[in-house]
Nanobody, 122 residues
Framework: QVQLVESGGGLVQAGGSLRLSCAAS????????MGWFRQAPGKEREFVAA????????YYVDSVQGRFTISRDTAKNTVYLQMNSLKPEDTAVYSC???????????????WGQGTQVTVSS
């Protein structure tokens, strides 16, 4: 079993920054691909970024490329999402997830955290 706990969400003005954390516990994480997803009100959950546990493979959705950075600290079993130059359209519940596949396909992620709210005011 895998447990994922997100933290770091909050309210920020447009142009500001936040760093989300996803602490993982349970099974060995060296096999898992870790992803961040978000869901805005009235919209489907969408992929944001993902990283292999070694850090050698990283994916971003185009809308956050150059503004968001995903990283991991294997010693702490934690994945981060540094979000800079935030925009009101980034407002959503952000969730981290784990997959045994190197993928951005939401259907391939087996374990999910509870999510953390990010609100960007204009």
């Amino acid at each position: 079993q895998v447990q994922l706990v997100e933290s770091g969400g909050g309210l920020v003005q447009a142009g500001g920054s936040l760093r989300l954390s996803c602490a993982a516990s349970g099974r060995t994480f060296s096999r898992y691909f870790m992803g961040w997803f978000r869901q805005a009100p009235g919209k489907e959950r969408e992929f944001v970024a993902a990283i292999s546990w070694s850090g050698s493979t990283i994916y971003y959705v185009d809308s956050v490329q150059g503004r968001f950075t995903i990283s991991r600290d294997t010693a702490k079993n934690t994945v981060y999402l540094q979000m800079n130059s935030l925009k009101p359209e980034d407002t959503a519940v952000y969730s981290c997830a784990a997959s045994t596949q190197s993928t951005i396909d939401i259907r391939q992620y087996d374990y999910w955290g509870q999510g953390t709210q990010v609100t960007v005011s204009s």
